[in-house]
T-cell receptor, first 115, second 113 residues
């Protein structure tokens, strides 16, 4: 119930292509869904986040699509660039229930963008 | 970058020895977290703190203890290290409501032989 399942585990995309990473959850109490980006040797950093009252959020080339009925959300990276090569984590939290901000992370997706 | 440091950055220790990892912040954020990162498991929460001397368990707390005697410091202790605790450990901080973003430190790579 507390799990967040992320796929694929790894992804190779050509420069200029669209990268898509998917996540699914079971607990309907989750109400905050961030994506984190991690470069090798660094800590993760927040990329973009969404609350369930909207179905889509876009920031530059990064878009989160959210499907509340299916309990799924996805990250789309448009016009993927070699500099986007990193590991991406989806996560979920119950911020309305608890303000501790505890995050449940997905397993991670390693993205490689080929020039 | 958020002011978070972790020490040590790398450590090799033997099975059965105690180990303490330190997280230090200069942001005066209320919440602090310890995660471990392992291939195929993402990041898993070990313990977290919601104030000085206020801590609670996360998903994978067995074999770990924490202490927070000052706002800026959060210590993670492995009382008797085991090989299964070989991992990369990340500290994170957060202001909490209404900003839920967590800022991560650079990580500590721990190897237990």
């Amino acid at each position: 119930q507390q799990q967040v399942k992320q796929s694929p585990q790894s992804l190779i995309v050509q420069k200029g292509g669209i990268s898509i990473i998917n996540c699914a959850y079971e607990n309907t109490a989750f109400d905050y869904f961030p994506w984190y980006q991690q470069f090798p040797g660094k800590g993760p950093a927040l990329l973009i986040a969404i609350r369930p009252d909207v179905s889509e959020k876009k920031e530059g080339r990064f878009t989160i699509s959210f499907n509340k009925s299916a309990k799924q959300f996805s990250l789309h990276i448009m016009d993927s660039q070699p500099g986007d090569s990193a590991t991406y984590f989806c996560a979920a939290s119950m911020v309305s229930v608890s303000n501790t901000g505890k995050l449940i992370f997905g397993q991670g997706t390693t993205l490689q963008v080929k020039p | 970058d958020a002011g978070i440091t972790q020490s040590p950055r790398h450590k090799v220790t033997e099975t059965g020895t105690p180990v303490t990892l330190r997280c230090h912040q200069t942001e005066n954020h209320r919440y602090m977290y310890w995660y471990r990162q392992d291939p195929g498991h993402g990041l898993r929460l070990i313990h977290y703190s919601y104030g000085v001397k206020d801590t609670d368990k996360g998903e994978v707390s067995d074999g770990y203890s924490v202490s927070r005697s000052k706002t800026e410091d959060f210590l993670l202790t492995l009382e008797s290290a085991t090989s299964s605790q070989t991992s990369v450990y990340f500290c994170a901080i957060s202001e909490g409501v209404p900003r839920y973003e967590q800022y991560f430190g650079p990580g500590t790579r721990l190897t237990v032989t």
